[in-house]
């Protein structure tokens, strides 16, 4: 009977770390995830390989150091900087919340395209549809474990949809595996896109915040918490590589990729009406599930500063999802805002990691725990790298606002 027991709740908690893993990889694959991995992939061919790799591991090193931070000092990413310095704390949530709220618009509209070019309904009626849906997941007493289940789930899907059709385009798998090791070039700008693509803004700390409200923390967890963070990446990682390989199979044939949504024109290309149709279910998932895991993940920032904020969490995160979806609806995706959040979302991660780093090393934070060098030293550079290219990235996008 006790080892019945101790199964269930071994089941029971790999389902919880499976959960965060998913919702951090799901929220780090919407609607620009798929944009983003297509353009790149025809602008660098085969030597795309080599940017995933490298972005795999910094990616690695940004979240193992600020799940574990998390996880050791059983706070939120935000108390954590108000302990290092003083506001610092409010301004990160300032930062996650707009960038979250703006990305989330985005990321409605994406999910009704999605059911755009699955039933043929207007892009706003496929938002409301779909905010509908993400809404019923809080709605539900249990919200947390619906979450996991409904990422965990709809993540699968979409990596399997995705694994087919890159089968369907025969992509030279060989010269893909000899360019990620030896690259014709070498795209810093890339690099640095797809990682503050995959673990920027409030995707940093979207699984942390999980595994905490989960009561998954403390010294003894970090063997669990490693495994999650670890398994997050991955996730994200065989999403990557199953759409690279799949616009390499149609790159290397010759056949020209659609500008206006390049996405949508590789599933077409290489499988045809059914390969759009996998393309409107792989954008919805891909869509839905951000938009879950940017308004979970930016209330989560806001709501250790008030006692009624944490009594209606979910609440507060309906309300967040029915604000984004109004905004796409109304005013549908208000550029400015979006290349400003867009901007300031690659600060965030350097500014977080930055402060959690510091925080690993203080008593009031982590108590005895000693942070090991060698998760400091690459957070470090994830930090300087992340820091430059995202304060290159800002003043560059800034007069384009009022240009």
């Keep these: ?9 071994a089941s029971s908690n790999w389902t919880l770390l499976l959960g965060a893993a998913f919702l951090m990889a799901t929220s780090s694959i919407g609607p620009g995830f798929l ?10 061919a085969a030597s795309f390989g080599f940017v995933i790799l490298v972005s795999i591991i910094l990616d690695i090193f940004a979240q193992t150091n600020v799940w574990r931070i998390i996880a050791v000092s059983e706070k939120r990413g935000q108390e954590i900087a108000n302990l290092v310095f003083p506001g610092l704390g409010y301004v990160i949530a300032f930062l996650v919340v707009l960038g979250g709220l703006a990305f989330n618009i985005g990321n409605i509209g994406g999910a009704g395209l999605g059911l755009q070019v699955l039933f043929g309904i207007t892009p706003q009626t496929g938002a409301i549809i779909s905010a509908v849906i993400a ?3 809080f709605v539900i007493k249990e919200a947390g474990k619906a979450m996991d289940r409904f990422t965990l789930i709809a993540g699968f899907v979409m990596i399997l949809l995705t694994v087919y059709v890159a089968v369907t385009t025969g992509p030279p798998v060989g010269e893909a595996l000899s360019k990620t090791v030896m690259p014709d070039k070498i795209d810093i700008l890339a690099i640095v896109t797809l990682v503050g693509g995959t673990v920027g803004g409030y995707i940093t700390f979207a699984g942390g ?10 010294k003894d967890s970090i063997p669990e918490v490693t495994k999650s963070s670890v398994s997050g990446i991955f996730i994200t990682s065989i999403m990557r590589i199953a759409l690279f390989l799949a616009v390499l199979g149609v790159v290397s044939k010759g056949l020209q990729i659609n500008p206006d949504n390049p996405p949508a024109s590789v599933f077409q290309l290489a499988a045809g009406n059914v390969g759009y149709k996998i393309f409107g279910l792989v954008m919805w998932g891909a869509a839905v599930t951000s938009v879950i895991g940017a308004a979970y993940t930016s209330v989560s920032f806001f709501k250790t500063f008030s006692p009624k904020i944490e009594k209606n969490t979910n609440l507060i995160i309906i309300i ?4 984004s979806t109004l905004c796409f609806v109304t005013i549908g995706k208000p550029v400015n805002l979006l290349v400003l959040a867009g901007a300031l979302n690659g600060l965030i991660l350097p500014i977080a990691l930055g402060s959690l ?4 090393h203080k ?23 992340m820091a430059a290219m995202g304060g290159y990235t800002l003043i560059n996008q800034i007069p384009k606002l009022w240009g």
């Design 363 to 385: 008593k009031n934070v982590v108590g005895d725990y000693r942070h090991p060098v060698w998760l400091t030293i690459p957070g470090i550079i994830v930090v300087v790298v």
């Design 320 to 323: 967040f999802i029915i604000v």
């Design 1 to 9: 009977m006790k080892q019945n027991k101790k199964a269930k709740g």
């Design 135 to 137: 809404i019923l997941i």
């Design 209 to 218: 915040h999980r595994l905490l409200d989960a009561g998954v923390k403390g």
């Design 357 to 360: 780093l510091i925080g690993a």
């Design 35 to 44: 944009t983003q991995t297509t353009v790149f992939t025809q602008s660098l």
